[in-house]
Structure formats: structure tokens, C-alpha cells
């Protein structure tokens, strides 16, 4: 097995990579990357040197070797150890530069010039000159150059000249009469006095040789200290921007170890070819020490018949035990989520953990970003719940039209979301592989179960999305169950129940309530998110939205209760920070998917197994979550029909563990009870105080997995997870 890598600096959808044809992933991504190689050759080395040289207090390169009609000259040019006056020559031009770096007087020298400096402490004028170098250069920051003719001018960081004057002047930034100050020199510690027109010279002469004497000793270690302090310094920074493993991890491949594991005991189905991987810089985004990322090269369609091939993007982070030999595959939900994303906050596991995107996601290069609907956002949550569905259709439909025809779109559906998972394990080397997904993730866990490819030897399921679930009918009773739950346990806590006796009462009145009257809250853009401000209109189908969105995260399930009892009493405190949270929330539901990505899976897996009808309902929170039929949708998208056997339970002798939320508003743990029962070697885990997705934070859930990863045939011990977590009920 070998991964090929990509030229350092580059990710896919920078400019100039062979993958560049879509945009970098996220819509808060910067498009810029790395700096490529062929910067950084003997010009840029020279630019390294002088940007670390001008930090460490060393003078710039150019500026030492700067000489009025001639050139820089970067290479080879000596530091200037104490304060003196250097010649340079260019032809018959002659400057003299002063090193700006305060340092010890000569206190010798028999020639006229220094038997005047001793007995002044000025250095005698030559041909007109306004000053001499040690003046001019006490006044200025940058190197002052004089010229035979009377002529100055100061060199600038980038030698470019900052200012000139012609014979007879007097260089900028004199101090006027009397004022006082220091500034602050290359070095720690040390100060270049400002020269004042019509200072003293013997007070400021005895000032600067008592400095002189007492930091002659630093001005020459430091300055070596500097020399070596730089060339180090540039050698890293070579080494970062162009070496291959400097600062990059490789892609966590498998080892002779992990090969030497026993074989999988169940056999794999028809086996496809490993995909061809090449490893890539990662994404600003996701970027971090322990995180390596590549794109895989994967068949288009397994069961077209066809060798065509599409582009995905994978990301893996090296478990820190080497203990745990069995990698985990994860998978993220949606449809539309990018699994590598999670890469950018997923905590570093004992187990290697293998990031694989959906397709039309993540960092390869297509994206089935829907930006025409992200534009309308701000309008929907302004807007009454008919103008917002009109709103949304109509910008997806815009949508649909533009990515019409992709053949990777055609071909996007969970069974090839499956066999990439397969494709990608094999080509990293592992033959011994556990999937792990969270929500529709889970859909993607039940099809390798279905048709396990060679190497999976268990699945751990979070928050379970059976294949054969009726999306169009579902949400009305999981919403009512999570609320149901949220108040059940509201009602077992006193400090609960002093911010509000009933949740599910209370909410469905309010629903009522703000349908009759609705309140609009104005948000500036640093609370909304948005680059403009918004009038958020709370009524009852958009207050019943963000109670079910909120209910997806117990963090803020918690100020539920106390929330609704405020908007209820007319609290204008509890009505901003629903408008805020629910808005964030609501945005951060929508740019976490690719909304092509969802339609072409969702159109395709459970379109033919929904029931087509109007969602029946018996009133409640749950009837009033907004939930418009898929078939709305599915004809602008225009994707084919799954088999039949799509839309089935899935039965597998695979150890799997099964994972749920209490309060959890879209897959429940009825869902994971009921798939439990075509799973014979199934451990089912669900966690009171919980929404969906539990594996993620949490010590107990987080114990438990690794067990399953370490030997998913033992008896797992999941007694921490009977207590539940306890609810810090709270107002915000």
C-alpha cells in the first residue's frame, strides 16, 4: 500500500492544484493557502532572513550593504559590531552608513578624526555635509546615507529610500528644544538617544560611552547570539514551508503490527479496488498537528458496470495508543455533512480515526453547495412560515438547474457513500476496520452492514437513522417524544420546576399565543451572524423550529424552561435571546450540509418508501415543527429510484453498538430498540439528559466505545451510562 503526496502548500481548490475545479470547503474558509515552494528560493531565503534579522534586532541585510546607485547586496555581508562609519564604493559614488545598532566607541585611533572625537565628542564635518553620520543616524530610525555632495537620504526596511534631501538640509524627525525621550533601540534594554538642536554634546558624550561601557559585553554575544538565532530560524522556516513531514503529519496508514492482527471473521463482499489516495495540505479549517488529509480516488458507480472514477476527500488522526491497532471509520450525518469536518474539533482517540466525506463535500473538487439558498436565510427567519417555504423552494430549485447533469451527483447515494467507506480502508492498508456514524452517518453503518466490505469487523451506531424510516411522518412523533422527555425530567427537579411547572403545556401554549400575535425581535449582525441586520418574526411555526433544533444539543436544552416561561410572561431579555440563539442555531443547521448532497440522497434512498401523503398529527409542539413532504422538493432534483431493498431492515451477525439520546428530537431510541432486533449481536446504550449524537463529549459513552473498538466481541460494561447526566437546568 502506498499514498502518493501531493506537492506541499497546496489543497485542493487552491490555484494551480490538479484539483482545483471547486471551491475550498466552508462558507467561512478562507480561499488562500500555503505558500508554495518556489517562493521561498534564494530571493525568498534572503527576504526570510531579513524579516527574522529586523525581529531579533539584527540590521536587515540590505540595509548594510545599501549604497546609493547600486544594488543590494544580501549575500555575504558582515553585522558592523560597534558604532562606526563603513565606505562602500560603487563607481565613483561614495556613501557613508552608520550601523543603526547603539554600540561602544572607539576609544583609539591616532588620526585627525579621532583625536577631534575624543577631545568633542564630534566627529569633524566633511565636504558641506549638514551633519555628521552619527547625528543624522541618532535622529533617525532607518539608515542614514550621505553623499560627497552634501546629499543624504535614509534607506527604508524594504531599501527603498524613505526620504532625500538635497545639500544643505536637514533630515526629518528632529526633536525640537527641550524635548526628552528615548527610543527604543534592536536590542533589549538599550535606547537610541535623540540628538535636540542645541543640546549639549559633552552631557550626552559622557551618557552614551557610561551605556556604551555597560552593555559592551551584550552588544557582542548578542549580536553573534543573532547570527546563529537567524540562521536557524530561516532553516526552520524552509524547512516548514517545504520540507514534506516538517509539520504535516503522513496519513495514518497501516503498519506491519496491524497487518500481523487476525483476519476479520466475517468475509467481505465482492471486493472493490482500493482507492488511489494522495495526501494534501489540509484546509485552514481542520488544520492541526495530529491531522493528515488526502483525496481518494473512488469508483463512480459499482453497480453501473462502468470504471469511471470520482474525487473524495478523507482525513485521518493517529490514535495515541498503540495499544489499539483496529482503526474507526467515521461518518458523518446529514445527508450533506463532511466527515472531516468533525476532524476540527474531534478529540484526539487511543484509536485512529479515518474522516470520510460524503461525496460533493468536504475539500475535493466538487462541491454540491447550494449557495443560492444559503443567500435567503436572512429572509427566512424574517418571513411567515408560507413565504419562507415559498422562499426555500424556489432557491433550490435555482440550484437543482445549475448542478443538473453531474454524474457524480447521479451517483451520489448511500450505498456508494458505502462502498466508498470500503474502497478507502483498503487503500490505507487496514484490513481490520470498525465503522463508527452519527446520524445519517448511522444510514451509511447500516449499508456496510448490509454488504460488509473485507476488513469491517463491527459498527458503533449514535443516534440510529434506519434505512427504512418515513421521513415524511417521523418528525411529527420524535419532536413529541423529545419534549415529552425534556418535561418529564424538568418535572424530577425542583429547581426545574420553580422556572416552569410544565414544559409541554407551556409550549404548546405559546405556540397558540404567538400564531395569534407574533413578536418581532430585531437583531444587529454581531447577534444574528448575518452581514446585515434582521427582524426575526417569532410565531408559532418558527418558535416551535428552534425548540426542536435546540433540542438537539442538551447544552441549551437546559434554558428551555426557564426561555419559554420568560417569552410567555413577555420578557423582552427571553424573546432576544431565543431570536439569537434560535437564529445561530438555524444557520449553523444549514451551512453544517450540502444541501445537493442532501437531495440527491434523500430523493433517491427514501423518496420511494415515503408515504406521499399529508403528515397526520393530533396537535401539539409536534404537529406544529414544519415539515414540508420530500415530494415537494424531488422533482426539481430529478434522480432516479432506489432498489427495493434500499428501503429494508438490515440484519447483520456484526457486532454493532447502538447509541441514543434522551432527548434527542429526530432519532430517538425507539429507533435503535427496534433495529436492535434484526442485530443479534447488538448493545443498545441510551443516556438520559442526552440529545443526539452522545459519543461526543462525554467520559462514560467515550469509555464504552473504546471497549467496543479493542474487542467488539466482548460484553461491554455500560453501567456508568444508567444514571444518565444530570441537567444543569439554568436561565441564561
Known amino acids: 500500500m502506498a499514498v502518493r503526496r501531493e506537492a506541499v502548500g497546496r489543497y485542493p481548490g487552491d490555484e494551480g492544484s490538479p484539483l482545483s475545479r471547486g471551491r475550498h470547503p466552508g462558507r467561512q474558509s478562507p480561499r488562500h493557502g500555503f505558500l508554495p515552494c518556489d517562493l521561498l528560493g534564494a530571493r525568498g531565503q534572503a527576504q526570510g532572513a531579513l524579516r527574522l534579522g529586523r525581529q531579533s534586532g539584527r540590521r536587515p541585510l540590505h540595509e548594510q550593504s545599501r549604497v546609493h546607485g547600486a544594488p543590494a547586496r544580501p549575500h555575504g555581508v558582515a553585522l558592523q559590531p560597534r558604532a562606526r562609519l563603513s565606505r562602500r564604493r560603487s563607481g565613483s559614488d561614495r556613501a557613508r552608513v552608520r550601523s543603526p545598532l547603539p554600540g561602544p566607541r572607539r576609544r583609539g585611533g591616532r588620526s585627525r578624526r579621532g583625536r577631534e572625537r575624543r577631545r568633542t565628542g564630534r566627529s569633524p564635518r566633511r565636504n558641506g555635509a549638514p551633519g555628521t553620520p552619527r547625528e543624522l543616524a541618532d535622529r533617525q530610525h532607518g539608515v542614514v546615507a550621505l553623499h560627497p555632495d552634501g546629499r543624504w537620504h535614509r534607506a527604508g526596511p524594504d531599501g527603498s529610500r524613505h526620504a532625500a534631501g538635497p545639500s544643505g538640509t536637514t533630515p526629518p524627525d528632529v526633536l525640537p528644544r527641550g524635548q526628552s525621550g528615548c527610543r527604543l533601540g534592536p536590542l533589549p534594554n538599550l535606547c537610541r538617544r535623540p540628538r535636540c538642536r542645541g543640546q549639549g554634546r559633552g552631557e550626552l558624550r559622557r551618557a552614551v560611552l557610561a551605556d556604551n561601557r555597560r552593555h559592551r559585553h551584550l552588544h557582542r554575544s548578542a549580536l553573534v547570539k543573532l547570527r546563529l538565532a537567524t540562521a536557524v530560524m530561516v532553516t526552520a522556516v524552509l524547512a516548514a514551508a517545504c520540507g514534506d513531514n516538517a509539520t504535516t503529519p503522513p496519513l495514518v496508514t497501516t503498519t506491519v503490527a496491524d497487518s500481523a492482527m487476525p483476519a476479520p471473521t466475517t468475509p467481505g463482499a465482492d471486493a472493490l479496488a482500493p482507492a488511489a489516495i494522495t495526501q494534501v495540505n489540509c484546509p485552514p479549517t481542520i488544520a492541526a498537528d495530529t491531522v493528515a488529509c488526502g483525496i481518494a480516488e473512488v469508483v463512480l458507480d459499482p453497480t453501473a458496470g462502468f470504471d469511471a472514477t470520482a474525487s473524495i476527500s478523507i482525513a485521518t488522526m493517529a490514535g495515541y495508543d498503540v495499544g489499539f491497532r483496529t482503526p474507526v471509520a467515521v461518518l458523518q450525518g446529514g445527508p450533506g455533512g463532511a466527515s472531516s469536518d468533525l476532524a476540527g474539533f ?134 413529541q417524544r423529545s419534549i415529552d422527555a425534556l418535561s418529564a425530567a424538568c418535572g424530577r427537579s425542583t429547581r426545574c420546576t420553580d422556572l416552569n411547572s410544565d414544559v409541554a403545556l407551556s409550549l404548546e401554549a405559546l405556540i397558540a399565543e404567538l400564531d395569534e400575535s407574533p413578536r418581532i425581535v430585531t437583531l444587529s449582525p454581531n447577534e444574528s451572524g448575518f452581514d446585515r441586520e434582521v427582524d426575526v418574526r417569532l410565531d408559532g411555526i418558527r418558535l416551535a423550529e428552534f425548540v426542536f433544533l435546540l433540542l438537539y444539543n442538551e447544552s441549551l436544552a437546559r434554558y428551555l424552561p426557564a426561555i419559554l416561561t420568560g417569552i410567555a410572561d413577555g420578557d423582552p431579555d427571553a424573546e432576544r435571546w431565543l431570536a439569537r440563539v434560535g437564529t445561530r442555531t438555524f444557520t449553523a ?113 467515550a469509555g464504552i466505545v473504546q471497549q467496543f473498538v479493542a474487542d467488539p466481541l466482548r460484553t461491554l460494561d455500560t453501567s456508568c451510562a444508567d444514571a444518565g447526566v444530570p441537567v444543569d437546568w439554568a436561565v441564561p
Open 589 to 701: 443547521a444549514y451551512n453544517a450540509n450540502r444541501e445537493g448532497t442532501y437531495f440527491a440522497v434523500q430523493c433517491h434512498d427514501r423518496l420511494p418508501f415515503t408515504s406521499g401523503g399529508p403528515v397526520e398529527h393530533d396537535g401539539g409542539f409536534g404537529a406544529a415543527v414544519p415539515v414540508e413532504p420530500l415530494r415537494n422538493f424531488c422533482s426539481a432534483w430529478e434522480q432516479g429510484e432506489a432498489r427495493a431493498i434500499v428501503g429494508t431492515p438490515v440484519s447483520s451477525d456484526l457486532p454493532t453498538l447502538l447509541l441514543s439520546g434522551a432527548f434527542d428530537p429526530i432519532t430517538p431510541s425507539t429507533f435503535a430498540d427496534a433495529a436492535a432486533d434484526l442485530l443479534p449481536n447488538a448493545t443498545v446504550v441510551a443516556q438520559d439528559g442526552r440529545g443526539h449524537g452522545i459519543w461526543f463529549g462525554n467520559s462514560c459513552i
Open 346 to 479: 474531534f478529540p484526539q482517540q487511543p484509536f485512529t480515526q479515518v474522516f470520510v466525506d460524503q461525496r460533493g463535500t468536504g475539500f475535493a473538487s466538487a462541491d454540491f453547495d447550494c449557495p443560492e439558498f444559503d443567500g435567503v436565510i436572512p429572509e427566512l427567519v424574517e418571513r411567515d412560515g408560507e413565504r419562507s417555504r415559498e422562499l426555500a423552494a424556489d432557491a433550490l430549485e435555482a440550484c437543482a438547474e445549475r448542478l443538473a447533469g453531474d454524474l457524480l451527483l447521479d451517483a451520489t447515494t448511500t450505498q456508494n457513500h458505502a462502498f466508498d467507506v470500503g474502497q478507502v480502508m483498503a487503500g490505507l492498508g487496514y484490513d481490520r476496520w470498525v465503522a463508527y456514524g452519527v446520524s445519517y452517518g448511522t444510514t451509511i453503518g447500516f449499508e456496510l452492514l448490509r454488504q460488509p466490505p473485507a476488513g469491517l469487523v463491527g459498527a458503533v451506531l449514535d443516534g440510529v437513522y434506519p434505512p427504512n424510516l418515513d421521513v415524511d411522518t417521523s418528525v411529527v412523533v420524535t419532536a
